[in-house]
């Protein structure tokens, strides 16, 4: 990590962060080719090829986030983040902590729980990515959403700025 403050994101971590949130509202939002394929093998019908490509273009890319998530990490790690605002009561920085960490465990466990599903046939893994996880992520999503326009519009400190254009 590094020695000195930084007040903002680096290049490719506002990168990073953006495309993730790209490929992440993709999968959520498009998921019917991986439903389509999921309920035509619990029927016990073969996919078409077509159908086949669809849920794999949903797969590909939620590996692609999980090797995306990964190199994020490694960034964080090595280059460090912006400190915590102080214009915000203790109580919505213990709020912004945990939905970051929740944020951070969700980039892991959906692709993980995706791959159990979808290549190991674990349905388990299935019901509890597509059921469960995806519910809460877009709980975290829109409370970090929310966060950063609260940060923009009514605090008005430079949360929003450093993870788009920087300083």
């Known amino acids: 990590m590094p020695s000195a403050p930084i007040d903002a994101y680096s290049l490719p971590q506002r990168a ?19 439903n389509e394929w ?4 619990r029927r016990g019908e073969t996919p078409t090829a077509d159908q086949i490509s669809s849920a794999n273009v949903h797969a590909y890319i939620g590996i692609a986030i999980l090797l995306l998530a990964i190199i994020r990490v490694c960034l ?6 912006p400190s ?20 951070y465990a969700f980039i892991f466990a959906m692709p993980v ?5 979808y290549y190991l046939g674990i349905d388990s893994a299935g019901s509890l990515h ?19 326009l609260v940060h923009q519009f009514y605090w008005k400190s430079n949360v929003l700025r450093r993870m788009t254009v920087g300083r």
């Open 113 to 117: 729980t995706g791959i159990a599903a």
């Open 76 to 81: 964080r790690l090595a280059q460090g983040a």
């Open 16 to 34: 990073l962060h953006w495309l993730m949130a790209v490929l992440i509202f993709y999968n959520l939002l498009f998921t019917d080719g991986m």
């Open 38 to 41: 999921h309920h035509i093998v």
């Open 84 to 103: 915590e605002t102080t214009e915000e009561p203790a109580v919505f920085r213990l709020a912004a902590k945990l939905v970051h960490f929740g944020l």
């Open 130 to 148: 597509a059921d469960v996880l995806k519910v809460v992520l877009w709980i975290l999503i829109v409370a970090h959403v929310a966060g950063a």
